[in-house]
């Protein structure tokens, strides 16, 4: 340790210097402050006795430049005096002194006052080789966090927010949203929504927004289906992912027309139609865990289909919407919300609707990402990409057997109707024909095969149960076949399918009821088969679905 005495009495600077030594240290001298900053200067100093009363420049001001000198280093500043003045002693510690050492000094005293002010500057100098670690690690994260962030600026470069028929309320926690909201128009003039609720904030869940947005931009411009889209993303944030992240999300299709709704829900809050009052019509809940979680064997991508009525809204939120808290420490909830869909439910109160929910949460802290979307469901007006082909000309048959295999471990109506999509002129009507095969599939499914009773939609959380049986009975299916038909017949531009299973006869009871009721969860399947099949009818006592499909039908 190197010690500085400063002091214009020679005979204090001999003792001093002296004793120090003696407990193994090193010594400088200076008869004043000039003397001792130069010195500092060139040889710097580990701790510094300085007398208060000397020529030239006295300790008070030597003190102050002293510590300057030392910059963010902890210098132990020791004023040597015979004073007792208490003024004195305030100045010596308002010019940074340490500490005192009487004349003539104690040797055990001083010696340990020299040992335990050592210590504090050994402790300075390990803070601030920990600050810069700590420094370096700051600048580090904030380079990757830009660069995560500039990445993933470009990656929503395709975002599409700004529909006159979308609206949107997006507020994060912190920089990098959990949430993620992603829009965009498909060939067909149909439109994609796509909301997602990472686990966790920041810079993880950022990770893997990127591969979900790609993914979602490039599959919305070939005008895939949703059940193509959300098996896509399950199997990139399975490989990308860790086992305790995973993402909720509501994925959703737009037809054209604004008139019908294919929809897949995994782990999302309801999402809600409204009436131009904000009056809730309908809900649409999660069926399905959250992308990430089932290996691609196991998950499931089949959709739900809802026919919309005029004058319809979509809403979709994360549930940072729902679990926002008041200065009392109470939460929204779902029915705090929908009274506040109620109150400002028209297109135009919008804006009130978002200062309402900021309102509530004034004054809190944001505990988590909140995410609203609300979409008007009318006529998208988005421009149609020509097919250059016409309908082919060419008769065709095609015929699939699925065994238990392939129904449990695939999505055979997302496959069929892919292989369809690539014939002439068949493309341009992918959306309905998927919503047709997928409607009548699941019927002969869950009605014939797995005898489900939809009635269990209408009993409290009864989609929760229906659809936990529905996996139930799924797994333990044997000796079961459904057969697959389709027709192409050119002369009347007609394809025809036809949907059989070995399973139970028996008509499903939606076939009976002539008109849909609104209020009920379930017979939507069939009315949406109703108003997009030219014909349709069940056969063989409702073991076989049978559906005409005019191509020359416009596209809705």
């Not at 470069?157 to 507020?171: A, P, V």
């Not at 129904?407 to 998927?434: C, F, M, N, Q, W």
Request: glycine share 8%; proline share 4%; net charge negative.
């Amino acid at each position: 340790m190197h010690v500085l005495v400063v002091d214009d009495q020679a005979a204090n600077r001999v003792m001093l210097k002296g004793l120090i030594e003696r407990f193994g240290h090193n010594v400088s001298c200076a008869a004043n402050g000039m003397q001792a900053l130069e010195l500092f200067s060139h040889k710097g100093a580990d701790i510094v006795l300085l007398d208060v009363m000397m020529p030239v420049m006295d300790g008070l001001t030597t003190a102050k430049h002293l510590k300057q000198l030392s910059g963010e280093i902890h210098l132990p500043v020791l004023f040597i005096t015979a004073l007792d003045d208490q003024k004195t002693l305030l100045e010596c510690l308002d010019a940074g002194g340490d500490d005192f050492i009487s004349t003539p000094p104690e040797p055990i005293v001083l010696q340990a006052k020299l040992n335990a002010h050592a210590r504090v500057r050994e402790l300075s100098f390990k803070l601030k080789e920990k600050n810069e670690v700590l420094a370096y690690h700051s600048n580090r994260m904030e380079r990757e966090q830009n660069v995560v962030s500039h990445m993933l600026s470009n990656a929503l470069l395709e975002n599409e927010l700004r529909f006159d028929f979308l609206q949107t309320y997006l507020s994060p926690a912190t920089e990098f949203n959990g949430d993620l909201v992603l829009s965009k128009g498909g060939p067909l003039g149909n439109y994609y929504i796509f909301v997602g609720d990472f686990t966790g904030h920041g810079l993880a869940p950022a990770t893997g927004a990127l591969p979900v947005a790609q993914t979602f931009f490039d599959l919305a411009e070939r005008g895939l289906s949703v059940a193509t889209m959300v098996k896509e993303f399950n199997r990139r944030l399975v490989k990308l992912l860790p086992d305790d992240m995973f993402c909720a999300a509501f994925v959703a299709e737009l037809s054209a027309g604004g008139d019908r709704l294919s929809y897949w829900n995994g782990g999302i809050p309801d999402a809600l139609f409204i009436d131009n009052n904000g009056r809730v019509t309908y809900r649409l809940p999660s069926e399905h865990l959250a992308l990430g979680i089932l290996p691609p064997e196991e998950f499931n991508s089949s959709l739900s289909h809802c026919f919309i009525e005029p004058g319809q809204r979509l809403v979709a939120y994360t549930d940072g919407v729902i679990e926002m808290t008041n200065t009392q420490g109470q939460r929204l909830n779902e029915s705090g919300f929908e009274k506040k869909l109620k109150q400002f439910g028209s297109k135009k109160q919008f804006d009130q609707l978002v200062n309402s929910l900021e309102s509530f949460q004034k004054g809190t802290e944001q505990s988590d990402d909140i995410s609203l979307i609300v979409v008007s469901c009318e006529p998208t007006q988005l421009p149609v990409k020509k097919d250059d082909h016409s309908i082919t000309h060419l008769p065709f048959e095609l015929k699939v057997r699925l065994s238990e295999k392939n129904i449990v471990g695939e999505d055979p109506v997302t496959r069929l109707v892919d292989s369809l999509s690539h014939l002439e002129g068949i493309k341009a009507h992918k959306t309905t024909l998927y919503l047709l095969l997928a409607e009548a599939f699941n019927n002969i499914l869950e009605h014939n095969l797995l005898r489900l009773n939809s009635d269990v939609k209408e009993e409290n959380e009864g989609f929760e149960r229906y659809y936990a049986e529905r996996e139930r009975r799924l797994g333990s299916l044997e000796n079961i076949e459904v057969s697959i038909d389709v027709n192409y017949q050119p002369v009347d531009s007609l394809i025809c399918f036809g949907i059989r299973s070995n399973g139970e006869n028996g008509y499903p009871a939606d076939e009976f009821s002539p008109v849909l009721d609104e209020e009920k969860m379930h017979g939507r399947g069939m009315q949406l088969i109703k108003n997009f099949s030219r014909y349709y009818e069940w056969k063989d006592k409702g073991q076989c679905l049978y559906i005409e499909y005019d191509l020359n039908l416009p596209i809705a």
